[in-house]
C-alpha cells in the first residue's frame, strides 16, 4: 500500500479523539476543510485528501458524466482507491484506522457516502455537507448505529432536498442514526451548518 493521494496530516493533541477525514469540494483542494476540521474537533488529528480526478483543471473525487450524473465505474474505483489510502495513512502516521470521522462538502461528501455504502470498514461516522445519493441499487453494508450528521439547503440546487432524504433514508434503513441539519440556503457551507456540525461531533464523540 502506498501513499499515494496528494494529502495533509497534522497530529492531534488528543490521540484517543477520533481523525477527521477532511474532503474537499469540486474545485477544492486539501487545504480547503482544515479550518472546518479544528473547528469541528480541536483536539483532533487532520488527515485531508485531494481527489485525483481532474475536471476542467479542477480536482474531484471521481468523475462526472453530468451535473449530478457520476460516471458509477469509475466512483467504483476511487472508492476502493481512496479506501485503500486510508488504510496506508493509518499504518504510516500510528492512526487506529477504525477511529476514523470523515468530514466531506459536496463532492468529497459523496465520496465519503460512496464509502459509507460500498465498505464494511468505512468510517466510525460522518458529517456530510450536501451531500446526494452516490450509487442506488445497492445493499449497503450493515451500519450498525453509524452516527451521521447531514447539513442540508432547503433550495441546493446541486443537491436538492430529495436527494437529503433519499439518502437519510438509505443510511437509516442500514442502521445509521442519521441527523440533518436544515439550512434555507443554496449549496454553499454556512457558518451556522458548520457550528451545528461542531455541536454534533461534541454530542456524539
Ligand atoms: C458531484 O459531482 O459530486 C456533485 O454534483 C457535487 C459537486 O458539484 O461537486
Avoid at 479523539?17 to 487532520?46: F, K, Q, R, Y
Avoid at 457516502?113 to 468505512?122: D, G, K, N, T
Wanted: aromatic share 8%; with cysteine; net charge negative.
Amino acid at each position: 500500500m502506498s501513499l499515494d493521494m496528494i494529502h495533509v496530516y497534522q497530529e492531534g493533541k488528543n490521540p484517543a479523539a477520533p481523525t477527521l477525514v477532511l474532503l474537499h469540494g469540486t474545485g477544492g483542494n486539501e487545504h480547503d476543510l482544515l479550518g472546518l476540521g479544528a473547528m469541528i474537533s480541536p483536539d483532533s488529528a487532520l488527515l485531508s485528501v485531494r481527489g485525483k480526478v481532474l475536471e476542467n483543471g479542477m480536482p474531484r473525487f471521481f468523475r462526472r458524466l453530468a451535473e449530478g450524473v457520476f460516471d458509477e465505474e469509475d466512483l467504483v474505483l476511487r472508492t476502493g482507491e481512496l479506501h485503500a489510502f486510508l488504510d496506508a495513512a493509518a499504518a504510516e502516521y500510528g492512526l487506529d484506522r477504525s477511529n476514523m470521522v470523515a468530514v466531506g462538502y459536496s463532492n468529497g461528501a459523496n465520496i465519503a457516502a460512496s464509502l459509507i455504502f460500498h465498505e464494511q470498514e468505512s468510517f466510525r461516522g460522518a458529517a456530510l455537507h450536501h451531500p446526494m445519493v452516490p450509487r442506488r441499487g445497492l445493499q449497503l453494508p450493515a451500519l450498525g448505529g453509524m452516527p451521521v450528521f447531514i447539513g442540508a439547503g432547503a433550495n441546493d440546487r446541486i443537491c436538492p432536498p430529495h436527494e437529503t432524504e433519499e439518502l437519510t433514508e438509505l443510511l437509516r434503513g442500514a442502521g445509521a442514526e442519521v441527523e440533518v441539519h436544515w439550512e434555507n440556503y443554496g449549496h454553499q457551507l454556512t457558518g451556522t451548518e458548520a457550528r451545528a456540525a461542531a455541536e454534533w461531533f461534541k454530542r456524539t464523540f
